[in-house]
């Protein structure tokens, strides 16, 4: 691929020395892809994305059908959309970082006792990335998704980090401002309105480091948007003595001053920074999980099975990422091909594609690592994702596959009702109409029975089939089956149906051809939920 290629002299610095002779074309062409979807919110048309990448549209058409099927997106109508799969190259980079699972409960009980956002960010070259958010539900509060990137020096973060860095690092700053000066190149920012030089309202950054080196603490005044106030922490490393991650609270100035975080907020975060430094300290050295398996196998078949359309190259240079998590956080060349069932050969020149890219990292032991960037990938997409709009398109496929009206629903707190969430009708002349946000006595819907049946002893033979139908009982016609959908824990956070009329579907008929194809579609929905909530929570309503 050639060097001017916008994909590749835009994404990294070192894009503009060109590509390794080794790198993998294809899959540096499908990582400017993804990122160019993420920028825009998950979701772009194929000649939009042709502007966007400089690609011929031929070349966008066969990494979007390689990477619909692998699941990382969708291609519905004329877009092409994130599907939540792709969080899985996320959730490798997390689950080898280790710091969400050791700290994000303590992030979580911090906000809580303060009632104040909190979030947990590392460095990423001359930028903070958030890998935990702990938010309040509020109509005025932050809106950052774990993922996210912004320039260090309108952070509080930012000066904690940069009291570590070396001549080359504050180079690579002043080039970095120098270049984009209104910073365009973080797209979960608002741009600014004015160049971001040191002789603007800005406070200074080399001072704020300087100071920040002295106080062990560091403040955000409304440095990224008017209004919005932080007081951050680092988090060291016991062994090292340097920031692994950052702590901040963050809050607004109708509820703190920027000096009042100070002396309000402030102790109770070293408290909790100490007990996070302490959870460091004392974790247990964690267990490799399983890594990916059939990898290798899977993407040959792929190729045979659809042909030119699928880019063997992308595919397989995109699950090398996955290579990695917990237990695995660094790795050797031959661990990783072990791993994805890949020769050395084809592990080694993704990994070196991947380096280029900036999203894996070598070691001085010759042994690879993800970095940050890996959370460009689709993950801010999903970060505040809720079920609902993980179900939508799965409803909306089986609703088109079956002909007959789907719906998603959970059950009220007090148990005696549902309260549908999610919906796809059909355009039968007639069909069941499903408004998002009614309620049904829970008893009386197959929708209810499945999660009731869950919950207590009501309903065994629900419980033991695994499914419930409901024949005329809510309404003379109407006929329905539903399955339950599952969290990472195996509870039942929701169910979803498939209505039919009577005359059009006996019971019979929504068991042996309704209910396999329900089966299925709550199969893939609770995979979509497993892997969005491994590393942030999603609400089931």
Not at 165 to 173: G, H
Not at 469 to 486: I, M, Q
Not at 503 to 524: G, I, M, N, W, Y
Request: aromatic share 4%; with cysteine.
């Amino acid at each position: 691929m050639p060097a001017a290629d916008p994909v590749l002299d835009t994404d990294v610095p070192a894009a503009a020395a060109g590509p390794p002779a080794e790198a993998v074309g294809p899959l540096v062409r499908g990582v400017g892809v993804l990122r160019r979807l993420t920028e825009a919110g998950g979701t772009l048309s194929p000649s939009a994305l042709e502007r966007a990448t400089g690609l011929a549209r031929s070349t966008v058409d066969r990494i979007t059908a390689t990477l619909a099927r692998m699941d990382h997106v969708r291609l519905d109508g004329r877009d092409v959309v994130l599907a939540p799969r792709v969080m899985e190259l996320g959730n490798s980079y997390l689950a080898a970082l280790r710091l969400p699972a050791l700290l994000g409960a303590r992030a979580d009980a911090l906000a809580d006792e303060l009632d104040e956002s909190v979030s947990l960010a590392v460095a990423d070259l001359d930028g903070i990335r958030f890998i935990h958010q702990a938010t309040r539900r509020r109509a005025l509060s932050v809106s950052f998704r774990i993922g996210d990137l912004l320039p260090a020096e309108r952070t509080g973060p930012g000066p904690l980090f940069a009291t570590e860095w070396t001549e080359p690092d504050w180079a690579r700053w002043r080039d970095r401002r120098s270049a984009d000066p209104h910073d365009t190149a973080f797209p979960a920012l608002p741009p600014r309105q004015t160049p971001a030089a040191d002789d603007t309202p800005l406070p200074s950054f080399p001072a704020r480091v300087e100071r920040a080196r002295e106080d062990g603490w560091a403040l955000d005044d409304q440095l990224i948007e008017p209004g919005l106030v932080a007081v951050s922490v680092p988090v060291r490393d016991p062994y090292t003595g340097r920031p692994v991650c950052v702590a901040s609270v963050v809050s607004h100035t109708s509820r703190h001053s920027a000096a009042g975080l100070r002396t309000s907020l402030l102790p109770r975060l070293r408290t909790a920074v100490a007990a996070m430094e302490c959870d460091l300290r004392t974790a247990p050295v964690p267990e490799p999980g399983p890594p990916p398996s059939g990898l290798a196998a899977w993407t040959t078949a792929s190729k045979h099975e659809l042909g030119r359309d699928f880019v063997e190259s992308l595919a397989r240079g995109l699950t090398v990422l996955t290579a990695f998590g917990a237990g695995r956080s660094a790795l050797p060349l031959t661990e990783v091909a072990r791993a994805t069932g890949l020769s050395r050969a084809t592990a080694r020149r993704a990994l070196l594609t991947h380096e280029h890219l900036g999203l894996v990292a070598a070691g001085p032991d010759r042994s690879f690592a993800l970095t940050p960037r890996v959370l460009d990938l689709g993950f801010p997409s999903f970060s505040r994702t809720t079920l609902p709009r993980l179900a939508e398109p799965r409803l909306r496929a089986l609703a088109d596959a079956l002909h007959e009206p789907t719906a998603l629903a959970v059950l009220t707190p007090d148990g005696r009702e549902i309260q549908y969430t999610a919906g796809a009708g059909t355009s039968r002349v007639l069909t069941v109409h499903i408004t998002v946000g009614a309620r049904l006595p829970a008893a009386a819907t197959s929708l209810g029975r499945v999660l009731l049946a869950d919950a207590s002893p009501a309903f065994p033979e629900v419980r033991a089939q695994g499914y419930a139908l409901a024949d005329e009982e809510l309404e003379s016609g109407l006929r329905s089956v539903a399955v339950p959908v599952r969290d990472r824990t195996g509870t039942a956070v929701a169910a979803v149906c498939v209505a039919t009329h009577t005359a059009r579907r006996t019971l019979e008929s929504c068991v042996h051809d309704v209910l396999p194809a329900l089966r299925t579609t709550a199969d893939r929905l609770q995979a979509d939920l497993h892997t969005a909530s491994r590393f942030t929570p999603v609400p089931p309503a």
